[in-house]
Protein backbone atom coordinates (compact mmCIF):
# COMPACT_ATOMS: atom_id res chain seq x y z
CA UNK A 1 0.00 0.00 0.00
CA UNK A 2 2.71 2.33 0.62
CA UNK A 3 4.11 1.88 -2.84
CA UNK A 4 0.92 2.75 -4.21
CA UNK A 5 0.49 5.91 -2.08
CA UNK A 6 4.23 7.17 -2.02
CA UNK A 7 3.82 8.51 -6.08
CA UNK A 8 0.60 10.50 -4.71
CA UNK A 9 2.59 12.51 -2.05
CA UNK A 10 5.01 13.08 -4.58
CA UNK A 11 2.74 14.37 -6.79
CA UNK A 12 1.08 16.65 -4.02
CA UNK A 13 4.69 17.37 -2.53
CA UNK A 14 5.22 18.58 -6.12
CA UNK A 15 2.49 20.89 -6.33
CA UNK A 16 2.96 22.47 -3.32
CA UNK A 17 6.64 23.21 -3.98
CA UNK A 18 5.13 25.05 -7.27
CA UNK A 19 2.56 27.26 -5.71
CA UNK A 20 5.73 28.30 -2.92
CA UNK A 21 8.41 28.47 -6.04
CA UNK A 22 5.40 30.84 -8.10
CA UNK A 23 5.21 32.43 -4.82
CA UNK A 24 8.70 33.41 -4.75
CA UNK A 25 9.26 34.11 -7.97
CA UNK A 26 5.90 36.28 -8.82
CA UNK A 27 6.09 38.30 -5.49
CA UNK A 28 8.87 40.32 -6.82
CA UNK A 29 7.96 40.94 -10.31
CA UNK A 30 4.55 42.24 -8.21
CA UNK A 31 6.56 44.60 -6.06
CA UNK A 32 9.03 45.99 -9.23
CA UNK A 33 5.51 46.35 -11.35
CA UNK A 34 4.35 48.31 -8.15
CA UNK A 35 7.28 50.75 -8.62
CA UNK A 36 7.15 50.76 -11.74
CA UNK A 37 3.60 52.18 -12.00
CA UNK A 38 4.44 54.48 -9.38
CA UNK A 39 1.85 53.08 -6.89
CA UNK A 40 4.07 52.90 -3.48
CA UNK A 41 1.87 55.79 -2.69
CA UNK A 42 -1.45 53.91 -3.35
CA UNK A 43 0.42 51.36 -0.89
CA UNK A 44 1.32 53.07 1.46
CA UNK A 45 -2.70 54.49 1.87
CA UNK A 46 -4.04 51.15 1.36
CA UNK A 47 -1.54 49.88 4.14
CA UNK A 48 -3.02 52.66 6.38
CA UNK A 49 -6.45 52.01 5.93
CA UNK A 50 -5.68 48.43 6.93
CA UNK A 51 -3.74 49.10 9.86
CA UNK A 52 -7.33 50.61 11.29
CA UNK A 53 -9.54 47.68 10.63
CA UNK A 54 -9.70 44.79 12.99
CA UNK A 55 -8.40 41.24 12.14
CA UNK A 56 -11.50 39.64 10.11
CA UNK A 57 -12.30 42.33 8.09
CA UNK A 58 -8.28 42.48 7.24
CA UNK A 59 -8.81 38.30 6.17
CA UNK A 60 -11.72 39.82 3.95
CA UNK A 61 -9.26 41.90 2.26
CA UNK A 62 -6.62 39.17 1.64
CA UNK A 63 -9.77 37.50 -0.43
CA UNK A 64 -10.32 39.91 -2.50
CA UNK A 65 -7.61 39.03 -5.33
CA UNK A 66 -8.81 35.53 -5.32
CA UNK A 67 -12.71 36.55 -5.73
CA UNK A 68 -11.87 39.11 -8.39
CA UNK A 69 -9.96 36.48 -10.37
CA UNK A 70 -12.12 33.93 -9.99
CA UNK A 71 -13.92 35.36 -13.06
CA UNK A 72 -11.28 34.55 -14.97
CA UNK A 73 -10.52 30.96 -13.81
CA UNK A 74 -14.18 30.58 -14.80
CA UNK A 75 -13.72 31.30 -18.74
CA UNK A 76 -10.28 29.23 -18.25
CA UNK A 77 -12.38 26.57 -17.84
CA UNK A 78 -15.44 27.03 -20.57
CA UNK A 79 -12.71 27.49 -22.86
CA UNK A 80 -11.64 23.86 -22.00
CA UNK A 81 -15.17 22.79 -22.10
CA UNK A 82 -15.77 24.54 -25.60
CA UNK A 83 -12.75 23.03 -26.83
CA UNK A 84 -10.54 25.99 -26.87
CA UNK A 85 -6.93 23.54 -24.93
CA UNK A 86 -4.31 26.55 -25.66
CA UNK A 87 -6.57 29.43 -25.09
CA UNK A 88 -8.08 28.06 -21.73
CA UNK A 89 -4.25 26.87 -20.33
CA UNK A 90 -2.99 30.65 -21.33
CA UNK A 91 -6.64 31.89 -19.69
CA UNK A 92 -5.83 29.92 -16.74
CA UNK A 93 -1.65 30.19 -16.63
CA UNK A 94 -2.63 34.25 -16.62
CA UNK A 95 -5.08 33.52 -13.76
CA UNK A 96 -2.57 31.55 -11.68
CA UNK A 97 0.39 33.98 -11.99
CA UNK A 98 -1.73 36.91 -11.13
CA UNK A 99 -3.56 35.52 -8.38
CA UNK A 100 -0.34 34.40 -6.96
CA UNK A 101 1.18 38.22 -7.60
CA UNK A 102 -1.91 39.89 -6.29
CA UNK A 103 -1.69 37.68 -2.78
CA UNK A 104 1.39 38.06 -2.38
CA UNK A 105 1.13 41.68 -2.69
CA UNK A 106 -1.49 41.82 -0.69
CA UNK A 107 -0.47 39.32 2.03
CA UNK A 108 2.71 41.33 2.47
CA UNK A 109 0.72 44.45 3.71
CA UNK A 110 -2.06 42.12 5.67
CA UNK A 111 0.18 39.88 7.43
CA UNK A 112 0.66 42.02 10.68
CA UNK A 113 -3.20 41.67 10.90
CA UNK A 114 -3.65 38.28 10.08
CA UNK A 115 -0.88 37.36 12.47
CA UNK A 116 -3.15 38.53 15.24
CA UNK A 117 -5.31 35.57 14.54
CA UNK A 118 -4.49 32.56 16.39
CA UNK A 119 -5.79 30.38 13.70
CA UNK A 120 -4.21 31.95 11.33
CA UNK A 121 -1.04 31.53 12.62
CA UNK A 122 -1.15 28.05 13.22
CA UNK A 123 -2.23 27.85 9.53
CA UNK A 124 0.77 29.55 8.41
CA UNK A 125 2.78 27.46 10.78
CA UNK A 126 1.32 24.70 8.76
CA UNK A 127 1.92 25.79 5.61
CA UNK A 128 5.27 26.25 6.70
CA UNK A 129 6.01 22.75 8.13
CA UNK A 130 4.05 21.37 5.01
CA UNK A 131 7.16 23.38 2.67
CA UNK A 132 9.41 21.87 4.91
CA UNK A 133 7.46 18.58 4.43
CA UNK A 134 7.43 18.73 0.26
CA UNK A 135 11.28 19.67 0.20
CA UNK A 136 12.35 16.46 2.77
CA UNK A 137 10.03 14.64 0.19
CA UNK A 138 11.28 16.18 -3.46
CA UNK A 139 15.03 17.10 -2.73
CA UNK A 140 16.23 13.75 -2.65
CA UNK A 141 14.25 12.56 -5.75
CA UNK A 142 16.02 16.22 -7.59
CA UNK A 143 19.40 15.10 -6.04
CA UNK A 144 19.19 11.38 -8.28
CA UNK A 145 17.87 13.28 -11.24
CA UNK A 146 20.73 15.57 -11.00
CA UNK A 147 23.01 13.08 -10.93
CA UNK A 148 21.42 10.89 -13.68
CA UNK A 149 21.95 13.64 -15.59
CA UNK A 150 25.21 14.43 -15.31
CA UNK A 151 26.28 11.08 -15.89
CA UNK A 152 23.56 10.27 -19.17
CA UNK A 153 22.74 13.97 -20.28
CA UNK A 154 25.74 15.95 -19.86
CA UNK A 155 28.29 13.69 -22.14
CA UNK A 156 26.01 13.87 -24.61
CA UNK A 157 25.78 17.07 -24.83
CA UNK A 158 29.24 17.69 -24.58
CA UNK A 159 29.92 15.55 -27.39
CA UNK A 160 27.07 17.08 -29.40
CA UNK A 161 28.40 20.63 -29.08
CA UNK A 162 32.24 19.46 -29.77
CA UNK A 163 30.46 18.22 -33.27
CA UNK A 164 28.33 21.12 -33.78
CA UNK A 165 32.01 22.95 -33.32
CA UNK A 166 33.73 20.50 -35.79
CA UNK A 167 30.59 21.23 -38.28
CA UNK A 168 31.13 25.31 -38.30
CA UNK A 169 35.15 25.65 -38.16
CA UNK A 170 35.42 23.23 -40.84
CA UNK A 171 34.31 25.01 -43.62
CA UNK A 172 35.50 23.94 -47.00
CA UNK A 173 37.95 21.58 -45.59
CA UNK A 174 35.81 20.37 -42.77
CA UNK A 175 32.81 17.59 -42.71
CA UNK A 176 30.64 20.19 -44.33
CA UNK A 177 32.66 20.47 -47.29
CA UNK A 178 33.71 17.19 -47.78
CA UNK A 179 29.69 15.97 -48.26
CA UNK A 180 28.86 18.89 -50.40
CA UNK A 181 32.04 18.10 -52.50
CA UNK A 182 30.60 14.56 -52.90
CA UNK A 183 27.03 15.60 -53.36
CA UNK A 184 28.67 17.56 -56.76
CA UNK A 185 30.19 14.89 -57.49
CA UNK A 186 27.50 12.69 -57.52
CA UNK A 187 25.60 14.41 -59.15
CA UNK A 188 27.73 15.11 -61.92
CA UNK A 189 28.07 11.90 -62.77
CA UNK A 190 24.49 10.89 -62.05
CA UNK A 191 23.20 13.24 -65.20
CA UNK A 192 22.71 11.53 -67.90
CA UNK A 193 24.91 11.85 -71.22
CA UNK A 194 23.46 13.84 -73.66
CA UNK A 195 23.72 12.60 -77.63
CA UNK A 196 25.84 14.80 -79.80
Given at each position: ?????????????????????????????????????????????????????????????????????????????????????VGG????????????????????????????????????????????????????VKA?????????????????????????????????????????????????????
Open positions: MRRLTKPLWILLALVFLLEAWLWDHVRPLIARLVVLIAWPALRARIAAAIARLPPYPTLLVFLVPVLLLLPLKLLGVWMFAHGHLIAVLALAKVTSVGATAFVFDVTRPKLMQLAWFRRLSDLVLRGLAWAHALIDPELRAWAAHTIAPAMRRLRRLARRLRAGGRSGLVGRMLRLRRRLRRHGQPKTAR
